[in-house]
Each structure stands twice: as structure tokens, then as C-alpha cells.
Nanobody, 114 residues
Framework: QGRLVESGGGLVQAGGSLTLSCQASESIVEFSPMDWYRQAPGKGHETVAIMTREGPVYPNSVRGRFTISVDSAQNSLQLEMNDLKPEDTGVYYC?????????WGQGTQVTVSS
């Protein structure tokens, strides 16, 4: 229950855009909060966007470039990423709290070339 599957990663040049999708096996509105985080080689886990009941929250590193949203019709969590930079490279994961349990996807690789 509460399975999450990411997609949409790939290779893009600096300045380009990608949109990631996190497909939920259950009703997306039952996951709260939900977030996207990334793991880069040699670096720790960094949260890049959180969707809370009060609205989205972003760290300074991506604010103005990344947008998190919920597509209720598609039962998915989206992450639109614009003006990508090489430092955005990493494996991106979605996470959600569903009925008191934490769930994570398997991750999708994003590589930004300079």
C-alpha cells in the first residue's frame, strides 16, 4: 500500500528543463505531506520541495526554479525543474506520509551537463 514510482529523469544541458512525476498507487490526496529530495554522489540528502497543506516550501538552492504540484486527476506529484544547473545532478526521490507510514519511490536519475 502507498507505493510511489518516479519517472521523468534524464540528461539535460545546463539551463534546460525537466519535469519529474511520482505516481501513487493510492489516492494522492491521502499522502500528506509529500516531498521531493535528491541524493548526489558524495553529498547528503537534500530536500528540494515539500508540498504541505499550507502550500509548497522550497530551499534557497532551488526557489524560483523548481515547482512542486499535485495532479489529482493523474494521482501524481510533479516536480517541474527549470534553469537546471550541474549542481542539480543527482537521484531524485519522492516521499510521502500515507496513513501514518512513510513511503519512498525508487528514484530517478537527473544529470545536468555543463
Amino acid at each position: 500500500q502507498g507505493r510511489l514510482v518516479e519517472s521523468g529523469g534524464g540528461l539535460v544541458q545546463a539551463g534546460g528543463s525537466l519535469t519529474l512525476s511520482c505516481q501513487a498507487s493510492e489516492s494522492i490526496v491521502e499522502f500528506s505531506p509529500m516531498d521531493w529530495y535528491r541524493q548526489a554522489p558524495g553529498k547528503g540528502h537534500e530536500t528540494v520541495a515539500i508540498m504541505t497543506r499550507e502550500g509548497p516550501v522550497y530551499p534557497n538552492s532551488v526557489r524560483g526554479r523548481f515547482t512542486i504540484s499535485v495532479d489529482s486527476a493523474q494521482n501524481s506529484l510533479q516536480l517541474e525543474m527549470n534553469d537546471l544547473k550541474p549542481e542539480d545532478t543527482g537521484v531524485y526521490y519522492c516521499h510521502g506520509l500515507f496513513r501514518g507510514e512513510n513511503y519512498w519511490g525508487q528514484g530517478t536519475q537527473v544529470t545536468v551537463s555543463s
